[in-house]
Structure formats: C-alpha cells, structure tokens
C-alpha cells in the first residue's frame, strides 16, 4: 500500500460518506429554502440562547461583589 492510497481513500471517505447530508441539502436548495437552510437556523438559535445565557450569567456576577480586588 502506497502512502498515496491512504490519501485517495482519505478523500473518497470525506467526499462519498461524511460530506453526503450536505449533498443532499444542497440539492434540497432547490426544492425548499427553508428546509435547506434548516440547519444554519438551528445553529444561529443555540447561539443566541447562549449569548444569552452568557450575558445573564455576567449580569449575575457582577451583582455578587466577589469580583472586587480594590479591597
């Protein structure tokens, strides 16, 4: 076995395997953008779920006073 087939068979794994779904979202663009797009929409929802957990759990500790190093 030749170190080039372990590339070839790097790239056929990614190319034919773990890349398909997006495949099929691509050829789903045409059909139904919503659908398509379904998976952007639920990434930019947990982000801002955390943004806003985020900044809930900074508005939290600023109310605590433990952070304060003047003393």
Do not use: C
């Not at 930019?44 to 943004?51: D, G, K, R, T, V």
Request: proline share 1%; glycine share 2%; no cysteine.
């Amino acid at each position: 076995m030749e170190l080039k087939d372990l590339f070839y068979g790097i790239q056929d794994f990614f190319v034919n395997v773990a890349l398909a779904p997006l495949d099929a979202i691509r050829e789903l663009q045409d059909s139904s953008w919503i659908a398509a797009n379904l998976l952007n929409i639920v990434f930019i929802l947990i982000a801002a779920a955390a943004f806003t957990y985020w900044t809930l759990q900074l508005k939290k500790f600023d109310k605590d006073e433990h952070h304060n190093l003047n003393k």
